[in-house]
């Protein structure tokens, strides 16, 4: 029987319809057994592909999640996509053991937060003495001082839509797909109650929807301890990339894999459709 399940719901079909294919799955809960995301059993080919289409349909104006995209979803609107990756050396973490979620966090109150205010306090750079003294210091936060430089312009040229496609198709790695009740991709971290010790799901996605909204960037992928986004606008020059590049400083314990000064995540960046962020 049909229910009319207002936004929050996670679906609790054993199998869902999922761009055109049928797939098992189950919900996953909170340590409390709250559920908050619904995600599928096995990992599947094109699962990148899947998260794209999905992704703009949950995005097209006056849709709420996939109503159209398959009949299954009609029941469940309001659903944000994303793709699960585990431990390498330990495959069965993270999603199998529930070490991904915590308490889903009340998203209405990421409104009254500011993306500037809480990668200002993530910035770690030392007092001014310190700073003038060191020459690692500088040359570590250059070209930038002891000071957060507040958030970066809005890049407003995408990519060419041609490499975005190449982009998402050669990102092509079998991989189990989740489904959050969430308006937007950014809200998913805090409705899974994912966090680290050092930042909270909230803090997380008030500087995602800021990326959002000034980058075009979408959460793609969540694991462990790290997570990877997909951006339609990125920077285009090196000049444009550095104050990007402090945002992503303050952001995550490691950047792209390793660049740990802000010149080397700049140089990163540029043209990059991937940012990847890692916390220790």
Known sequence: MERAMSLGAVPDADEMSIGGMWM????????????VAWVTDKAFSG????????????????????????????????????LLSGMSDEPARTWETGEAVGEPEDTTA????????????????????????????????APFGPRFPGLAPAVEEELDPEL???????????????????????????????CTQS????????VLRSWEDRFGARLLEVGFDEIRLLVSRPPQTLEAAQGIAAEHYAFADTVHKGPSWIGEIARAIVNNPFWDFWWD
């Open 24 to 35: 098992l799955g189950r919900q996953l809960r909170a340590w409390s057994g709250v559920p």
């Open 47 to 82: 699962a990148s592909l899947i998260w794209s289409d999905l992704g703009e349909k949950s995005a097209e104006p006056g849709l709420r999640g996939f109503r159209h995209a398959d009949e299954a979803f009609r029941k469940w609107p309001g659903l944000q996509p994303f």
């Open 110 to 141: 990421i409104d009254r937060m500011d993306a500037a205010r809480v990668l200002e306090g993530r910035w770690g750079a030392p007092g001014e003495n310190e700073f003038a003294e060191d020459e690692d210091l500088r040359a570590r936060f």
């Open 164 to 194: 975005m496609r190449r982009a998402v198709f050669q990102y092509a790695r079998d991989a189990r797909m989740g489904l959050v009740p969430a308006s937007r991709p950014a809200d998913i971290l805090p409705r899974l109650g994912w």
């Open 199 to 206: 930042i909270t799901g909230s803090e997380l996605a008030v």
